[in-house]
């Protein structure tokens, strides 16, 4: 399972539009704010779409089969999802 891990992080990192931040997240944004300097707060509501997946591909959760994207509150996710927000 680690080397599965080790693949999928080298992948994701070579992948064009993917950032890694200093936490070693990586943030592949599909589409960009028109304000490029607007950013979220941890107060902040916002709509996405996410698509989790393990080192092996298998898809643990998404959103991306729904209509419209999920509505909710940063404060409401993750550490990991809420570091690639702000």
Do not use: C, W
Request: net charge negative.
């Amino acid at each position: 399972f680690m080397k599965a891990g080790e693949s999928m992080l080298k992948t994701m990192s070579e992948t064009e539009g993917v950032e890694t931040l200093p936490s070693g997240v990586r943030v592949h944004m599909l589409e960009k704010a028109a304000n490029e300097n607007q950013r979220p707060t941890a107060a902040s509501a916002i709509k996405l779409h996410y698509h989790g997946t393990l080192p092996d591909g298998t898809v643990f959760d998404s959103s991306l089969g729904n209509e419209e994207p999920m509505s909710l509150a940063v404060g409401q996710l993750i550490p990991g999802f809420k570091e690639g927000l702000l």
